[in-house]
Nanobody
């Protein structure tokens, strides 16, 4: 599976950004697809993802601010991030997990939120 992420950038607190991630290759075996993030000095953490059955999963810290969506025809997921906070500053990684348990990661895109 290859993942091409785009979006990200710098924004002031309260602003919005949208991330995109397009998957290609062996997409038939995908179980989950979504976004993780890693801030300096922190572990990588789940932000939002689609899980089996089309359900969504969000980190508590982003609920009601971030929305994950997808375009199945384009094999693309989006992360709309609203009401951004400085603590949302991180490198955001697109992630796919196959039914085999194998993880694939995109190249990471930096999101910087200034106060």
């Amino acid at each position: 599976v290859q993942l091409q992420a785009s979006g990200g950038g710098s924004v002031q607190a309260g602003g919005s950004l949208r991330l995109s991630c397009a998957a290609s290759g062996s997409i038939a075996g995908i179980n989950t697809m979504g976004w993780h993030r890693q801030a300096p000095g922190n572990q990588r953490e789940l932000v939002a993802s689609f899980i089996s059955g089309g359900f969504t999963n969000y980190a508590d810290s982003v609920k009601d601010r971030f929305t994950i969506s997808r375009d199945n025809a384009k094999n693309t997921v989006y992360l709309q991030m609203n009401s951004l906070k400085p603590e949302d500053t991180a490198v955001y990684y697109c992630n796919v997990r196959q039914w085999t348990g194998i993880n694939f990661w995109g190249q990471g895109t930096l999101v910087t939120v200034s106060s």
